[in-house]
């Protein structure tokens, strides 16, 4: 167990509608990350958010949007689905490691949504 | 922008043999490097990291990796492969001192290891 915790493991929709994604990272971590993993795009990073602020933002729709709450957990918002949003939506958050002092990303199990 | 490249989809090799899964990148300033194995329907775990230092990493269930600064390569090895090391394996790089601490992962390399 990473400790991070992505609900729901699988999700099945269809084309127009709309779902959230959440995730809470490690305790007392303070970052989290979103990635995408599609079978033609591989890995994708979407977004990070930081103690609730936006910090980075790679390669994300308008269509999405995401926030992290004052409890640092984090959901992320798919609207207007296509059938190409299908995809495992993963969640991260870093971990100082204590050696090197650089920071590692810890995984979540993903998310798993189908769009019909 | 930085990115990485894993030439290989897949890679076969039989129990008990050698193996390596390959790496290269292309980063601004100095790297940090990372390998990441998936499990079939798990999320991504990781194995090993390269930040400074001894240019040979070691890392979990026997794993290693290493750094060839002038081939921009960071190739994961081992020297004796288990049927349960099969699975999905991702390298991904950032730029060290970069402000966010995303990573840039390559398309990853199917690693089977037949019995």
């Known amino acids: 167990d990473s400790g991070v915790t992505q609900t729901p493991k699988h999700l099945i929709t269809a084309t127009g509608q709309r779902v959230t994604l959440r995730c809470s990272p490690r305790s007392g971590d303070l970052s989290v990350y979103w990635y995408q993993q599609s079978l033609d795009q591989g890995l994708q990073f979407l977004i990070q958010y930081y103690n609730g602020e936006e910090r980075a933002k790679g390669n994300i729709l308008e269509r999405f949007s995401a926030q992290q709450f004052p409890d640092l957990h984090s959901e992320l918002n798919l609207s207007s689905l296509e059938l190409g949003d299908s995809a495992l939506y993963f969640c991260a958050s870093s971990v100082r490691d204590r050696g090197s002092g650089a920071n590692v990303l810890t995984f979540g199990a993903g998310s798993r949504l189908t769009v019909l | 922008a930085q990115s990485v490249a894993q030439p290989e989809d897949q890679v076969n090799v039989a129990e008990g043999n050698p193996l390596t899964v390959k790496c290269t990148y292309s980063v601004s300033g100095n790297p940090y490097l990372f390998w990441y194995v998936q499990y079939p329907n798990r999320g991504l775990q990781f194995l090993l990291k390269y930040i400074t230092g001894d240019n040979l990493v070691k890392g979990s269930y026997g794993f290693e990796a290493e750094f060839n600064k002038s081939q921009t390569s960071f190739h994961l090895k081992k020297p004796s492969a288990l049927v349960s090391d099969s699975a999905l394996y991702f390298c991904?790089?950032?730029?060290?001192?970069?402000?966010?601490?995303?990573?840039?992962f390559g398309k990853g390399t199917k690693l089977s290891v037949i019995p």
């Open positions: 991904a790089v950032r730029e060290a001192g970069a402000g966010s601490y995303q990573l840039t």
